[in-house]
């Protein structure tokens, strides 16, 4: 490990975190589109790996589900890769099969050992 000041420069990984809020109606179906196609397509390509999904709990006055999808990576430049080869066709698609009933944002986040 390469020293930097007082500070010690490990391998830095990144979470690509997608928080998606889901029409209750639809939300089984779209729990397996992500786990039938999202998912696997995310992997093959080979850039984001160890796939996550969390249900978000929240108040039950919410008109909806709300999920956290996440991935490891490794290197900003490989997440740009997959996004423009298969994420904006993803995308699309999520707005194709499911409309307005699926809304999400995604945020990147520095992972930090504990």
């Known amino acids: 490990m390469q020293q930097q000041g007082?500070?010690?420069?490990?391998?830095l990984m990144f979470i690509y975190?997608?928080?998606f809020h889901i029409d209750r109606e639809c939300?089984?179906?779209?729990?397996a589109w992500l786990r039938d196609v999202y998912i696997?397509?995310?992997v093959r390509h080979g850039a984001l790996s160890e796939p996550r999904l969390a249900r978000i709990i929240v108040d039950e006055k919410e008109k909806g589900e709300n999920v956290a999808l996440q991935f490891?990576?490794?290197?900003?430049?490989?997440?740009s890769r997959w996004y423009s080869a298969h994420?904006?066709?993803?995308?699309?698609?999520?707005?194709?099969?499911f409309g307005r009933r699926v809304v999400g944002f995604s945020t990147i986040m520095e992972h930090i050992e504990v």
């Open 40 to 42: 696997p397509v995310t």
């Open 17 to 19: 975190n997608t928080t």
């Open 27 to 31: 939300y089984n179906d779209f729990v």
């Open 72 to 79: 490891f990576v490794a290197r900003l430049e490989d997440l």
């Open 6 to 11: 007082n500070c010690q420069n490990i391998g």
């Open 87 to 97: 994420g904006d066709a993803l995308s699309q698609e999520l707005r194709d099969k």
